[in-house]
């Protein structure tokens, strides 16, 4: 029997069983993890910083905390939300503490993937992974947050005016309401991240910056769809907001993206076997050697 020296082994000398035991218990401390804080979401009281207020009966766990605080910066004063089934309530309370608990656990489920996966890649694939990585996290929490506190809050303002036209009081299922502002807040991150898809594309050469310039007009097209279908019901202003973002970020990757066209372009003209510039000659004017 295998003894177990609490001493990671080198990944180069691991059997491919050894591999799959590592993959479990890495598997089990992101389970774990997110279960941990799905239940501190579900029933850790927000005032354990108050022992007077929570001894006196005012329990309020932390995932009534953030849905409370999503109504205050979403909701129009005139939009009231009603519950609609009697399990509704019960079902948003559950399914947001999950929600919640995956984005408090993230960082360590992040650790977990990236110890496993770090082992296996090369150099030159860490260099173009991990900064990679790191953009398109940024990128899509800066595009949540904005998707939460700008575009969710003109949604609801805008749908505000087609209950008028129709004559309707302004009431909408929990469902629906917390629903809505999951997709609008997460389907704006993913938006935030298309430069980083862009540039990834371009760095591996599966697609030229002069491809995404010639097709400008279809990307830009699909894209006014693309909000359109994030921001139901948002009017012509919502649309164009996530619209003109998706430009300016499209343009940017544009920018980057052409950055690493040169580069490629220059290693393509360096000799493979000695790195002397070589141009468009086949024979290398340094070593001689011929670059096929």
Same mark, same amino acid.
């Not at 941990?36 to 005032?47: C, E, K, N, R, S």
């Not at 329990?59 to 009534?64: A, F």
């Not at 948002?234 to 970020?249: E, K, Q, R, T």
């Given at each position: 029997?295998?003894?177990?020296?609490?001493?990671?082994?080198?990944?180069?000398?691991?059997?491919?069983?050894?591999?799959?035991?590592?993959?479990?218990?890495?598997?089990?401390?992101?389970?774990?993890?997110?279960?941990?804080?799905?239940?501190?979401?579900?029933?850790?009281?927000?005032?354990?910083?108050?022992?007077?207020?929570?001894?006196?009966?005012?329990?309020?766990?932390?995932?009534?905390?953030?849905?409370?605080?999503?109504?205050?910066?979403?909701?129009?004063?005139?939009?009231?939300?009603?519950?609609?089934?009697?399990?509704?309530?019960?079902?948003?309370?559950?399914?947001? #503490?999950?929600?919640?608990?995956?984005?408090?656990? #993230?960082?360590?489920?992040?650790?977990?993937?990236?110890?496993?996966?770090?082992?296996?890649?090369?150099?030159?694939?860490?260099?173009?992974?991990?900064?990679?990585?790191? #953009?398109?996290?940024?990128?899509?929490?800066?595009?949540?947050?904005?998707?939460?506190?700008?575009?969710?809050?003109?949604?609801?303002?805008?749908?505000?005016?087609?209950?008028?036209?129709?004559?309707?009081?302004?009431?909408?299922?929990?469902?629906?309401?917390?629903?809505?502002?999951?997709?609008?807040?997460?389907?704006?991150?993913?938006?935030?991240?298309?430069?980083?898809?862009?540039?990834?594309?371009?760095?591996?050469?599966?697609?030229?910056?002069?491809?995404?310039?010639?097709?400008?007009?279809?990307?830009?097209?699909?894209?006014?769809?693309?909000?359109?279908?994030?921001?139901?019901?948002?009017?012509?202003?919502?649309?164009?907001?996530?619209?003109?973002?998706?430009?300016?970020?499209?343009? #940017?990757?544009?920018?980057?993206?052409?950055?690493?066209?040169?580069?490629?372009?220059?290693?393509?003209?360096?000799?493979?076997?000695?790195?002397?510039?070589?141009?468009?000659?086949?024979?290398?004017?340094?070593?001689?050697?011929?670059?096929?």
């Amino acid at each position: 029997m295998r003894k177990k020296t609490g001493m990671r082994r080198d990944p180069r000398q691991m059997t491919w069983m050894e591999h799959l035991e590592e993959l479990r218990d890495r598997f089990k401390i992101c389970l774990i993890s997110i279960g941990v804080a799905t239940l501190i979401m579900l029933a850790f009281p927000y005032q354990i910083t108050d022992p007077v207020a929570l001894l006196s009966g005012e329990y309020q766990p932390m995932v009534s905390v953030i849905l409370n605080f999503m109504v205050k910066i979403v909701k129009p004063e005139r939009m009231e939300i009603i519950g609609g089934t009697i399990t509704a309530p019960l079902e948003i309370y559950f399914i947001a #503490s999950l929600i919640f608990g995956l984005i408090a656990s #993230s960082p360590i489920v992040g650790y977990e993937i990236f110890k496993y996966i770090d082992p296996a890649l090369y150099p030159h694939e860490r260099r173009m992974i991990y900064p990679f990585m790191a #953009s398109f996290i940024g990128l899509f929490a800066v595009g949540s947050v904005i998707g939460f506190g700008l575009i969710t809050p003109v949604t609801f303002r805008a749908m505000l005016i087609f209950f008028d036209m129709v004559g309707a009081n302004p009431v909408i299922n929990v469902t629906d309401f917390y629903l809505t502002i999951l997709v609008v807040t997460f389907a704006t991150g993913a938006v935030f991240t298309t430069p980083v898809i862009l540039v990834l594309l371009v760095r591996a050469g599966i697609i030229s910056t002069k491809t995404i310039e010639r097709n400008r007009k279809w990307i830009y097209g699909l894209g006014y769809v693309v909000a359109a279908i994030i921001t139901p019901d948002g009017g012509l202003f919502a649309n164009l907001i996530l619209l003109g973002f998706l430009i300016v970020l499209v343009e #940017s990757g544009i920018l980057v993206a052409k950055k690493y066209e040169k580069e490629r372009a220059m290693r393509e003209k360096l000799c493979p076997f000695c790195g002397a510039y070589m141009g468009d000659e086949v024979f290398c004017p340094e070593c001689r050697r011929a670059r096929l």
